[in-house]
């Protein structure tokens, strides 16, 4: 009947109004602590290594700073010995760095943090889209909160007794990716962890030549909408074997994280995400 139509179609508009209002409102910013050990086959035994892994802030006027502090508190609080950031820290401009800066230095103050740069932060892919022409303020934005950014080339630290070679690539999207330079400085040492720090996952297609053990990642926000039956259609890679979560691929492990913000303001079945990953 008529009115069985209108109820039901006014009963659609409310549960579609609410199923919105749930996506841009609270599942953006459910994040979930993710726990993951990776075992890695290296010479001799070492302690754990507690990694703290974050990804794609995405500050903008979707996503403030006060929520990506919620963030750093909860991957803080793990006391982790290493702090590996994957890029897009903006979308596509900053008004004012100095409020960001801050809330990086605090997290740098943890533990040794390094980082490699995202498509949105500044660049070929991301000038003719409203973002910057070039890296130079998010380069300046890290080196002030005193991160260190591995823009194709690598640093070793010691962590635990252990040495760990960190390798920073540059963007994919951006043509800024260059592995043989990344690597040209990393030392033949077996026992030594090899942690590849790059935003999109489908740069290990350029990597197959490269020794190292765990690739981190982010660039997918973990599909971002994650549909049933369906899954990420929209995740802005070619292999969505990669989306999110720890996968194997060539004797090698790759991490890629969901990530903390988002774009548009819009997450579904896919919450943000902080990654404890503990390396054995």
Not at 84 to 92: E, Q, V, Y
Not at 100 to 123: K, Q, S, W
Not at 125 to 148: A, C, M, N, T
Not at 166 to 186: R, Y
């Amino acid at each position: 009947t008529r009115k069985n139509f209108i109820t039901t179609l006014l009963g659609a508009g409310v549960t579609g109004l609410a199923g919105l209002t749930y996506f841009r409102k609270i599942e953006p910013f459910r994040l979930k602590e993710v726990q993951t050990t990776i075992k890695l086959s290296k010479d001799g035994s070492f302690a754990p290594l507690t990694l703290l892994h974050l990804s794609d802030f995405h500050v903008s006027k979707s996503i403030p700073l006060s929520f990506i502090e919620e963030a750093f508190s909860l991957g803080s609080a793990h006391r982790p010995d290493l702090i590996c950031l994957t890029g897009d820290f903006i979308t596509h401009r900053v008004a004012d760095p100095g409020p960001y800066v801050a809330l990086l230095e605090r997290l740098a103050a943890c533990a040794p943090t390094f980082a490699c740069i995202g498509n949105h932060d500044g660049g070929r892919w991301v000038h003719p889209h409203g973002g910057y022409k070039d890296l130079s303020v998010v380069f300046q934005l890290l080196e002030d909160s005193g991160i260190r950014c591995l823009f194709n080339r690598s640093e070793s630290i010691t962590v635990r007794d252990r040495l760990v070679t960190l390798v920073g690539l540059g963007d994919l999207w951006a043509g800024d990716a260059h592995p043989d330079k990344a690597f040209e400085a990393v030392a033949p040492d077996p026992a030594a962890i090899r942690i590849v720090l790059s935003h999109n996952p489908d740069s290990k297609n350029l990597l197959q030549r490269q020794t190292w053990d765990l690739m981190l990642c982010g660039h997918t926000h973990g599909g971002q909408m994650v549909l049933p039956f369906i899954g990420t259609p929209l995740a802005p890679v070619a292999d969505h074997r990669y989306v999110a979560g720890l996968n194997a691929w060539s004797n090698r492990w790759i991490y890629t994280t969901r990530g903390v913000g988002c774009l548009h303001g819009i997450r579904i079945n896919c919450p943000p995400e902080v990654s404890i990953l503990t390396i054995t």
